[in-house]
């Protein structure tokens, strides 16, 4: 019986359009021949050419837009990643932008917990992720980075396993970094589990220029959010609100660790559906407590 390879995290680092075509066509192309399922989620900008170097092979690909599915980091494992891969018990193989130049610091040190996170949520499978970094437009720390959250990094045609690689957790643990803070003119909210239907008709006040289905999302999340407070903290939270330009921004405070983990090595399924509802998710666990941030509407 034929073994089959275990799973592999790869950051390709290209600095023009070229490289770019050449490293993910060609990884494309051998999976397509060997009848692997592929996953292509990049910026939009790149599926054109892409499809057009991989001709013909190009019909047997799936291809997303990351800076749409993936604007949250946290969405990008559950919702692009885990959800093509399970339905398949063959080997997979998915190519994955997550880091490109407009990302904000605001969102860097979640794409770096993805990225690390990576390691875990698909250890045991059968299947390849390819994860292209634009070498000559991001940071060098970006780079310095994806040596730390990829085992093996491919630089031009030199291939070779990262010696920076950094156990997920601990560089996880590195980017739990505090969150700036709230401005001046928030709303604050105490809630407990008797105010939980108060804070709901609260959050859809504040968030009322938001299309109605995004103002159902915010309400979910943070509905979501302050149950975990009252569940697994001390019973009570805080409710903190403000606006950013046309996004609605809400924040979760408590005297808890987090939420509870999962058999998936991710965090509670709870997180899991907040990251799926909001277009980014900020999180912060110290010895006093854990504050989780969400933003929608941008």
Avoid: K
């Amino acid at each position: 019986m034929n073994s089959v390879a275990p799973f592999a995290h790869e950051a390709l680092f290209y600095r023009d359009e070229d490289a770019f075509l050449s490293g993910t066509a060609r990884f494309v192309a051998d999976g397509v021949d060997n009848d692997e399922p592929v996953l292509v989620a990049v910026p939009e900008a790149s599926i054109g050419p892409l499809r057009d170097r991989l001709g013909g092979q190009a019909d047997q690909v799936h291809f997303i837009d990351m800076t749409e599915a993936g604007r949250n980091p946290g969405r990008i494992i559950p919702g692009v990643l885990m959800a093509f891969s399970a339905g398949t018990r063959r080997r997979f193989r998915m190519v994955g932008e997550p880091m490109w130049p407009g990302r904000t610091d605001l969102e860097y040190p979640a794409c770096v917990q993805h990225e690390a996170l990576i390691n875990t949520a698909f250890e045991g499978r059968a299947g390849v992720i390819l994860c292209p970094y634009d070498a000559s437009a991001l940071p060098g720390h970006v780079l310095e980075d994806a040596r730390r959250t990829h085992p093996v990094v491919i630089d031009g045609e030199r291939r070779v396993a990262s010696e920076w690689y950094t156990d997920p957790t601990g560089l996880s643990d590195i980017y739990n970094v505090p969150l700036p803070p709230p401005p001046p003119d928030r709303e604050e909210h105490p809630f407990t589990v008797g105010t939980l239907a108060h804070m709901r008709r609260l959050v859809t006040r504040h968030a009322h220029w938001l299309r109605r289905e995004q103002c159902e999302d915010l309400v979910l999340a943070v509905n979501e959010l302050a149950t975990n407070s009252i569940l697994h903290a001390s019973g009570r939270g805080v409710l903190r609100m403000w606006r950013e330009g046309d996004t609605a921004v809400c924040e979760v405070s408590d005297t808890g660790a987090g939420f509870p983990p999962s058999f998936t090595g991710l965090s509670g399924f709870g997180i899991v559906m907040v990251n799926l509802l909001c277009d980014l998710v900020r999180t912060h666990t110290s010895h006093s407590g854990t504050t989780v941030r969400v933003y929608l509407g941008r």
